[in-house]
């Protein structure tokens, strides 16, 4: 059982002039790792005001325009702070599965974690996704329940929390050392944290984070690297600075290095890929950087100068011979190929459009993602394909690369399959659904159909909802967060966590009717829609460019059907009874770029511009459509 949290021996909020890396007994290397929307990024904000860091804005750390729009944390930073005579090097990392390898590979840079676990909603997909990597770091991890100070979360309900934890921690093979998790109580939001929990709608009486930092200098080892030793670094982290150009991060292993040495990068297969100078070493420090003049082992730092490093490589000394181990990180499970966009309207909006662009831009994006691989592909063009964890760091991707001007088409996700001892199998994933007790029934039906097994039915009585645990076949999943929030009226939340590879479920019914195929080229008339409207649902508005083989809308029926939705209505001098009639339309149904990738079937493209997302078929022409499709059945 770990001693007692004492706050007697810290002092927190001193601040220090820092040119080289500290004794590596005063350094503390650790994570925050939690499931999705639980709190990371608050509470690194709040460790941070802490150490006396002054905030601009709240969730500091995310820190491109994706995270701050959607709330989410995508890549791994790092920062430092002082707390006492300590430095703590302290991880946000992304709660989200599709972004796990990012956790993989951090995990390797610390001696510590902190599992953060909201007391209402307890261990959920994704918390038990990061903490088996944890686990199977040898982390011993501070588990921390956060938003206790909301009125729904009793001490009832956090001892129920924490047995859970512990069953988990056991279910995943946690050691006697690892089940003896210290647990302590936080209002991330308000800033406090403590080792007991305090009476409902109060605060403790010091309200601050000082028990929690004090539990982690003394539950986190100090590094166990060799100060004197050959100097090595794991690359982690791969940036660009537009000044310095590659900046490689990563945790010190051994040794330590001055600004101006001489050091070599060994690839992860133990080929020596350059020899360099360091011209540059950097140390975040709150919110801001410092550069020092040497650093040791334990710390974590920024590097310039290594041009040709990447992710899982070694920096070290001229005399290191072989590199570290890079650790395991788990292959990607869907792909998507990347085209240059080769429809009637490719060009007018784009500026980066030829498939060597997008080449370029693809292996930049693989340089810095351990988990995204990108293969040209054989006899396609300039097609690329890009395999990935899944459809959220897929479309993240794709956001990006459109919001920089790029225009391209992409296919369908594409589940990748394994073959075992002559047994296909598919990725496997948990779902995780709360949905209020009327829906659960059409939940447990819709999942069937996508061959989901349900493995608990979990009543959450003070709400009347339910908690229902399936596992799952990753392709029968593609798009099926827009059909969940049809099924529970918007009122459900689903999480989802890779699993496993499991056998083959087999062939999943159509879950999708055919689609209305325009045949024309022009814009959109109100007339030309009012006339296609009744056969389905309309994805185009009015005055819309549409060229044939663009998809305008919905079929109401199973097959596809080609239109005209830019008939122009006959013009004439003789009035007809009802000519003058109004048409009146529904509002089409618009895609996000999610709803887009979870729409398209297999003989579908996505054409992505900067300010469009049209669907299309891969074949434009009709009759050659047709003619595949004869050949494909004969």
């Known amino acids: 059982m770990p001693a007692p ?46 150490s006396g860091s002054t905030l601009s804005e709240d969730r ?81 991890p501070v588990v921390v329940l956060n938003k206790v100070d909301r009125p729904s979360v009793t001490e009832q309900r956090c001892t129920e929390v924490e047995t859970q934890l512990f069953d988990l921690f056991a279910q ?46 003394q539950q986190v080892p100090p590094p166990a690297g060799d100060p004197e030793g050959e100097f090595a670094m794991l690359v982690a982290m791969i940036e660009r600075d537009a ?28 080929k020596v890929t350059e020899d360099i100078r360091l011209t540059k070493i950097v140390k975040r420090s709150g919110t801001t950087k410092l550069e020092l003049k040497r650093a040791g082992a334990g710390d974590i730092v920024s590097i310039s100068g290594a041009a040709s490093a990447g992710i899982a490589d070694t920096i070290g ?21 990347f085209s240059p966009n080769d429809s009637p309207l490719a060009g007018r909006e784009g500026v980066h459009l030829t498939g ?29 394909e890009v395999q990935a964890r899944g459809e959220l ?27 075992v001892d002559g047994q296909k199998m598919e990725p496997v994933e948990e779902v995780i659904c709360e949905v ?71 062939s999943i019914d159509r879950v999708r009717k055919g689609v209305l195929i325009s045949t024309s080229d022009g814009r959109t008339t109100t007339y030309a829609l009012g006339l296609v409207e009744p056969r389905g649902t309309l994805f185009a508005p009015a005055n819309e460019d549409v060229y044939p083989g663009m998809i305008v809308g919905e079929h109401s029926r199973d097959n596809d059907l080609e239109v005209n939705p830019a008939r122009e209505k006959a013009l004439s001098n003789v009035r007809n009874k009802g000519s003058e009639e109004k048409v009146y339309l529904t509002p089409p149904r618009l895609f996000t770029l999610e709803d887009a990738i979870g729409y398209v079937a297999g003989d579908e493209l996505i054409e992505v511009t900067p300010t469009k997302l049209r669907l299309r078929k891969r074949i434009l022409n009709s009759s050659e459509r047709r003619s595949q499709s004869r050949r494909a059945h004969a």
């Open 436 to 506: 209020e007790d009327e829906y659960a029934g059409a939940v447990i039906e819709a999942l069937s159909l996508r061959k989901g097994e349900l493995q608990e039915m979990i009543p959450i009585e003070t709400e009347g909802k339910q908690r229902l645990v399936f596992s799952c076949p990753s392709r029968s999943l593609i798009g099926f967060r827009s059909a969940f929030a049809t099924a529970t009226r918007g009122s459900g939340i689903l999480h989802r966590a890779f699993l496993e590879y499991g056998p083959y479920r087999g």
């Open 60 to 140: 500091i750390m995310d820190s491109n325009a994706l995270e701050k729009e959607r709330g989410i944390t995508i890549s791994s930073k790092y920062t430092s702070f002082q707390f006492g005579e300590y430095t703590m090097n302290a991880v946000d990392t992304p709660g989200h599965a599709d972004f796990g390898g990012e956790v993989e590979r951090i995990l390797g840079m610390v001696d510590g974690a902190v599992l953060l676990v909201d007391a209402n909603e307890g261990p959920l997909s994704q918390t038990k996704f990061v903490l088996e990597k944890a686990l199977k770091r040898g982390l011993a």
């Open 356 to 384: 060597s662009k997008i080449g370029e831009r693809l292996a930049a994006e693989a340089e810095t993602s351990v988990s995204l691989r990108v293969i040209p592909v054989p006899g396609g063009g300039e097609s690329f």
């Open 243 to 270: 000044f310095t150009g590659r900046v490689a991060t990563g945790r010190i292993t051994s040794g330590s290095a001055r600004v101006g040495d001489r050091c070599k990068v060994l690839h992860h297969s133990g």
């Open 5 to 50: 949290i004492s706050l007697s021996n810290f002092q927190a909020g001193r601040s220090f002039s820092v040119v080289s890396s500290p004794d590596p007994q005063y350094l503390r290397d650790f994570a925050i790792i939690a499931h999705v929307d639980h709190g990371k990024t608050t509470l690194m904000d709040r460790l941070l005001a802490q």
């Open 317 to 337: 000394s001229v005399s290191l011979e072989q590199p570290l181990e890079p650790g395991l990180i788990e292959p990607p499970t869907l792909s998507m190929v």
């Open 393 to 419: 760091q897929l479309g993240l991707l794709i956001e990006n690369m459109r919001r920089e001007g790029f225009e391209f088409s992409v296919s369908p996700p594409k589940v990748l399959l394994r073959e």
């Open 172 to 217: 995943l093979g946690a050691s006697e050392e690892q089940l003896d998790f210290p647990v302590l109580y936080a209002s991330a939001r308000e800033g406090w944290a403590a080792t007991e929990l305090p009476p409902p709608g109060q605060k403790p009486e010091r309200a601050s984070m000082e028990p929690l930092l004090a539990a982690l200098v």
